[in-house]
Structures are given as structure tokens and as C-alpha cells.
């Protein structure tokens, strides 16, 4: 035994892993309750909207979401639109595309009614901040594949514990934006309503939300494009769509494969993006900004 | 209700930081400031504050920036909470009422315009005239039309559609001042409510707002570090220096009697001709004769005085006009008994008493003889000869240094020099060359 070996050995040996563990297994047991109505409950709303999404004619879906993007966006996007997805059904990946779709609208749905009110609150609250704000790096910093271990242990293998980990991924930006957007709003203006004695309440509906629903609208973009990122290793535990595609193709080393669940991923995350980007650019307080830049 | 002001702000102190409590001992023991707070970690934004605000009066609160105003103006309506002190509004201290209260006296009470305007700008002009209302709980269709009546009031219901981005400067704080007037109450705070706006724009909007205040007579507390704006507005006008108010009185005893060397200096470069009126430098009428005497009595007055015409009174002592020594000489010689058939307004020029001096210029120079002051009732209240003008525009044009080393006359500006010159009268460019003189009225 050498002298460094001497030195490591004043190192106390920290158990962060087994605290850890003991921790999911003292939910486990007493919580299981919980975590099965979470189960129930997340499974309840992929399920059927997967189904939905699924029901009709890959084409009758594939023009419905080219109409969408037109009436949003314009013709030439309607245009990409059908191709871009028009190819994801000719692959034909459709239906892996379209639960993937379920499961990416269900995360970031509960993700961002996690995110905003949480947003809202710290940005009310500057302690609350200083405490959330660490955790929220620890969220987006550790390994997206770390929040599939302890999900499996609580639900298993399938749809909901791919879901779950998704929320917790991608709620991050959610919050951090929505406290960013209500910090950004004029200060005279909120000291304006407070002045003519509208209530916090008040204010805080009629003119901080609206004022800062630009910056919340980059929120949730930003969730729903984490959301789709995680939601493909979530095909590692079994939550199925586009994941399963490319965790099969890996493991079965189909180049061809995998590389089409890879466009189709992309081709999701470009529609879905400039989708919720134009109804950020809608909102009263776009339209006000853009009035300002051309004054 | 007359008797109770409209605001009373009694001791108020606001300090910020950790140690407020201990800073305000010491501020109380008569502390200055800057001496004995230098080691606490505070800062004392208003010292010791008194003043009562009357209704229907423009308070102006005057001062640089950092003196404290701005603090000052937000205790008054609760949005900042003093760390001493009182302020009533209508004999309530508000410094004592629950939130909900406070915010109820707000929408009853108080309004308020700001620097910036603090317009929403995702709502129309119409909605941002309406804000008060709406917070109010007023029903929308009646929210609409007040809001478009305070609109009218300023000049913009035809903007009403309109993002307040869409509008100019100008037209913005306008649709604050809108605002302000649709929410209908009694006071009505102003925070550097032009000091955004470009001069020739204040100009316009301080000329609206003296407009509307003659017609609707709202108590205003109105915050600006331009001097001539205090001026311009202020009914009172309340000096701040460091947190603490050093002299309160109108822009006239300001101007002439400053309490000490900082209103001195404030006040140093500010155009005084358009502050002070005909009131403040005129003089008393050396010949005044009743119209009912006879041109006798009129021709003694001038022999005695000396001077060209005679101001002739009626009842009330109420201006007719004047007779001049040529006329008074003619209506002996004719055998004329009554002034009346002989008076004439044409000879000197009337101006009234509260017309600023700038604007007696040219009066001055039209007329032979002095100029006539008449005040509201049509009473003649003085003269003002062109010698006396001239020299009290000197005094005026003097460093302000040594107005302070020798105190003037609390009464009128510039009595001593044309005491002085009357040894050599109708000579005004000799008083020209003793005192510079920018008949031009200086910088506007």
C-alpha cells in the first residue's frame, strides 16, 4: 500500500447512490397508490389520443395538418407541410410517428401546467427563485437517460414512464421563460395598475400574463422540442412511436431504419416548431412589439 | 369639506435599507443627512416632510433628480409605504389602511400619469382610457363612452381604435392624462408627466392641462425637476434638495425671496420674464383724476407731476382712460366742465395684472405714457412706466449672485433701480447701459 493510496483512504466514502435508491424504494412502498393513479391517469390520455391521432387515413391527417399550417403560417408552409409528412407516411412510419405525437403533446401538456404556475410563482417571489432556479439546472443538466432508471422502477416498462421522464426533461424552459417573460414587463406599467388600484390578481391576469405571453410562447416551444428529444430514448423503456423504431434499429444495426425514424423525427419537430412559433407571433403583445418596431 | 385639505402629508420620512429604524433616530434628532447617516447602510429618500395640498391647487413638487420627489409622489397614494409619518387624503391616513382599502381609495381618489405613461401597449387607446373603469367593475358599454368622453377631453377620440405604439409621444401621454381624467377622481398625481416629451410638445401638453384644470378644478400634485415648469403650472410649488422640501410657495416668492443659496441657484437661470406679471413690477399712477372732475383738475394733476396724461377713474376706481396735458390745455380753453366728453383709451395701452412681463413688451413700446394695469374687476392698479420695465428686466438679467448678497425688496423685483433712475427720467438708454437688458426675454 502506497502513500496515495493512504491519503484516498481519508476520503469518507459517501453513499449518494445508496441514499438515493433507499429513497425510491421507500416511495415505492408507501407511495404506490400515487404512483398508480399518475399511471392511470398519464395512460388515460396518451392512449386515447394516440388512437385518435391513428384513426383516420394517414392521408386524410397528413392534409388536415397541411391545412393547419397554411391557415397559420401561409401556403408555402401548408405546402412543406403535406410533403414533410406525406413522406413520414410513405415510409411508412405513420403510426410510430403519430404516437410519438400523442406522447410528445401529453408530456409537454403536463409538463408546461407544471412549468407556468411554478414560473409564475417564482417570478412573484425572488426567494422561491433562488431556490428553484438550482434545481432547474440540475434538471437540465443530468443525463436524460438517468430519468428512465427510477421511472422504470416506479411504473415499469411502457408508454408512462417514457412520459413522466419527458415532463421532468423538458419542463425546465418552461418555467425559466414564464419567469423570465413576467420579469420583463414594464414596471411603470404594472405600477400603473397597482396605481389605479387593480388587484395583484388583476394585474396579474390582464396585464403581466398578456404582456409576457411572447416570452411563454418561446416556452413552450422550447418544451414541446425537449419533449420530442426525450420522447425517442424514452423508446428505450418501452413508451413505443419513433423511439422504438430507432432503439430497434440500433440495437439490430439497420442503418436504413433508423436513419427513417430520424427524419421523421425531425420533420415532427419542424412542423410542431413553427407551428406554436406562429401562435406566439398571434398574441396582442407580438402584435403591440411589432407596431413598436415600425413606429 | 372645504375645510379639510385635499392631501396633509405630516413628518413623513422614507428610508431604504437595513437600518432604516436606527437612520430615522437619528434623522429626528436633526441629523443631516449626509454627516451622521454616512456610516448605516440607508439611504433617506424624503426627510421630514409637511405640506397640505388645497383643493383644486396645481402642488408642484420641484427638484433633481435623486432629491426624493418621485418617493415623495408614491407615498401619497400608498404605492410606496413611509417609514414615518402620515399622509391624509381627505382626512383618512392612508398610511394605516389595509391593501384592499388602499386600493379602494386609489380607484375613488386618486389617479395618476406617469413618466413613460405606462400604457398597455396589447390594448387600444380606448381600453387604456378605460383601465380605471374597468378595474372599477364598471359594465363595458359605459366603461366605453366615459373613456371616449375623457378621450374627447384631450384631443384623441378619433385615435381610439389605435395601439398607444401607433400614436406619438405626445398623443400618448395624452391618452394618459385621458386616463387619468376618465377614472373622475379629485386628486390626480403627476410623476414627470412631460419630462419625456420634446419642449416644443410639453409646451403644447402643460397649455392642455392648464386648459382642463380651468374647467375641471381636480387638485394635482405635479413632480418635475424643470423649473420653468414649476413655474409655468404650479400654483405652489415645493422646493426639494436631499430628500428634504427647502421652501414652499408660489413660483413668484420662490423667485424673488429664495429661502436659501440651493433655490437661489435652482431658481438662477429661469426666464423671469414669463413669470413674473405686470402685477409684480408695476408701480403706483402718479396722476389719477376722477372722471366727474373737470379738465381744471386734470391740467393742475399734470402741472404738479409732470407728466404726459392722466389716468382717469370712474366709480370703483374702475380705468376709463387717460387725458393727455394737450387735450386737458384744449377742453379749458373750450370752457368744458366733465372729463367724460375728453377721455380716451387710445393714447396708453392697458394690459391686465397677471399678464406675464414678457408679453408687456411690446405695449411698453407702443405706448407714450405709461402702461395702464387694470386687474379682473377693470381697477386701475398701476402703471407701468418703460423705464421700470427695462430696469427691472436688469435686475433680473443680474447674476443671481449678487441678488443673494444684497436681499431685494420682497415686494417688487426691481423697485430700488428704478428708484434710482427716476432722477433722469425718459432716458432708458442710460438704463440701458447700466444693466444689460435682453428685451428678446432671454431663452424660452
Not at chain 1, 424514452?234 to 431504419?257: N, P, S, Y
Not at chain 2, 410606496?80 to 386609489?106: F, Q, W, Y
Not at chain 2, 428708484?419 to 447701459?433: F, G, I, K, L, S
Amino acid at each position: 500500500m502506497n502513500s496515495a493510496d493512504g491519503l484516498n483512504d481519508l476520503l469518507p466514502y459517501v453513499r449518494v447512490g445508496d441514499a438515493f435508491q433507499a429513497g425510491v424504494d421507500w416511495s415505492r412502498e408507501h407511495l404506490s397508490a400515487l404512483f398508480d393513479g399518475i399511471a392511470a391517469a398519464v395512460d388515460s390520455l396518451v392512449e386515447p389520443l394516440a388512437s385518435l391521432l391513428t384513426a383516420p387515413p394517414a392521408i386524410v391527417m397528413v392534409l388536415i395538418f397541411a391545412g393547419l399550417g397554411w391557415w397559420l403560417r401561409g401556403w408555402k408552409f401548408g405546402l412543406g407541410t403535406a410533403l414533410g409528412l406525406g413522406l413520414v407516411a410513405g415510409m411508412p412510419i405513420w403510426e410510430q410517428t403519430m404516437s410519438t405525437l400523442a406522447l410528445v403533446l401529453v408530456s409537454s401538456g403536463l409538463a408546461l401546467l407544471l412549468a407556468i404556475p411554478v414560473g409564475i410563482f417564482i417570478a412573484e417571489n425572488p426567494r422561491a427563485s433562488a431556490v428553484v432556479r438550482p434545481v432547474l439546472d440540475l434538471m437540465q443538466t443530468m443525463p436524460a437517460f438517468v430519468y428512465l432508471i427510477p421511472a422504470i422502477f416506479f411504473f415499469g416498462v411502457g408508454v408512462v414512464p417514457g412520459a413522466l421522464a419527458t415532463v421532468v426533461f423538458s419542463m425546465p424552459p418552461g418555467v425559466r421563460l414564464t419567469e423570465l417573460g413576467l420579469r420583463q414587463v414594464d414596471r411603470e406599467v404594472v405600477e400603473a395598475g397597482e396605481a389605479f388600484g387593480a388587484s395583484p390578481w388583476k394585474i396579474l391576469l390582464r396585464t403581466k400574463l398578456p404582456l409576457a405571453l411572447p416570452t411563454i410562447m418561446t416556452g413552450v416551444n422550447q418544451v414541446i422540442m425537449l419533449a420530442l428529444s426525450m420522447v425517442v430514448i424514452a423508446g428505450m423503456v418501452g413508451a413505443g412511436g419513433l423511439g422504438e423504431v430507432i432503439t430497434t434499429a440500433l440495437f439490430r444495426a439497420q442503418v436504413g431504419a433508423g436513419f427513417e425514424g430520424g427524419v421523421a423525427v425531425v420533420i415532427l419537430a419542424v412542423v410542431l416548431d413553427r407551428l406554436t412559433d406562429s401562435i406566439g407571433a398571434r398574441t396582442a403583445a407580438a402584435k403591440a412589439q411589432r407596431a413598436m418596431q415600425q413606429a | 369639506m372645504e375645510t379639510v385639505s385635499a392631501l396633509r402629508v405630516k413628518s413623513l420620512y422614507k428610508v431604504y435599507g437595513n437600518r432604516a429604524d436606527k437612520a430615522m433616530e437619528l434623522l429626528r434628532d436633526g441629523a443631516h443627512q449626509d454627516e451622521k447617516l454616512a456610516g448605516l447602510p440607508v439611504t433617506a429618500a424624503v426627510v421630514d416632510a409637511n405640506f397640505e395640498v388645497k383643493r383644486g391647487e396645481i402642488f408642484v413638487v420641484m427638484g433633481l433628480s435623486g432629491s426624493g420627489k418621485s418617493t415623495l409622489i408614491r407615498m401619497l397614494n400608498g404605492l410606496l409605504a413611509p417609514t414615518h409619518g402620515t399622509v391624509e387624503v381627505d382626512g383618512v391616513d392612508i398610511t394605516k389602511l389595509k391593501p384592499a382599502a388602499l386600493r379602494k381609495l386609489r380607484r375613488e381618489k386618486i389617479s395618476m400619469v406617469f413618466q413613460h405613461f405606462a400604457l398597455q401597449p396589447h390594448r387600444s387607446v380606448l381600453d387604456n382610457a378605460g383601465y380605471a373603469l374597468e378595474v372599477a367593475g364598471l359594465p363595458r358599454d359605459e366603461r366605453r363612452e366615459k373613456a371616449l368622453q375623457a378621450l374627447r377631453m384631450v384631443g384623441l377620440d378619433g385615435w381610439a381604435d389605435k395601439l398607444p405604439q401607433e400614436l406619438s409621444g405626445g398623443m400618448r401621454q395624452r391618452v394618459g392624462l385621458a386616463r387619468a381624467l376618465a377614472a373622475g377622481t379629485d386628486i390626480m398625481l403627476m410623476d414627470e408627466a412631460f419630462s419625456a416629451l420634446d419642449p416644443l410638445i410639453r409646451r403644447e401638453v402643460q397649455d392642455q392641462l392648464l386648459e382642463l384644470q380651468a374647467e375641471l378644478g381636480k387638485t394635482i400634485v405635479f413632480i418635475t425637476h424643470d423649473l420653468n415648469e414649476a413655474m409655468r403650472l404650479g400654483d405652489r410649488i415645493a422646493v426639494m434638495r436631499a430628500g428634504r422640501i427647502v421652501q414652499i410657495g408660489t413660483a413668484e416668492e420662490i423667485l424673488t425671496d429664495p429661502s436659501n443659496d440651493y433655490v437661489a441657484q435652482f431658481v438662477a437661470d429661469v426666464d423671469r420674464t414669463r413669470i413674473l406679471t405686470a402685477s409684480a413690477v408695476m408701480e403706483r399712477p402718479l396722476g389719477v383724476v376722477d372722471v366727474n372732475s373737470g379738465p381744471r383738475v386734470a391740467a393742475r394733476v399734470l402741472r404738479e407731476t409732470q407728466t404726459s396724461a392722466v389716468y382717469i377713474t370712474g366709480r370703483d376706481k374702475r380705468f376709463v382712460g387717460t387725458v393727455t396735458a394737450d387735450e386737458a390745455a384744449q377742453a379749458v380753453r373750450d370752457g368744458k366742465q366733465n372729463l367724460q366728453e375728453i377721455v380716451s383709451t387710445e393714447y396708453v395701452r392697458t394690459v391686465a395684472d397677471d399678464t406675464p412681463v414678457a408679453d408687456i413688451f411690446a405695449a411698453c413700446a407702443e405706448s407714450p405714457a405709461p402702461v395702464a394695469v387694470v386687474d379682473a374687476a377693470g381697477r386701475l392698479a398701476g402703471v407701468i412706466p418703460r423705464v421700470t420695465l427695462l430696469s427691472a428686466l436688469g435686475s433680473l438679467s443680474t447674476d443671481i449672485s449678487e441678488n443673494t448678497a444684497t436681499p431685494e425688496p420682497a415686494d417688487v423685483t426691481g423697485a430700488a433701480p428704478a428708484a434710482n433712475v427716476t432722477a433722469a427720467p425718459e432716458v432708458p438708454v442710460q438704463v440701458n447701459a447700466q444693466a444689460p437688458v435682453r428685451l428678446t426675454g432671454g431663452p424660452a
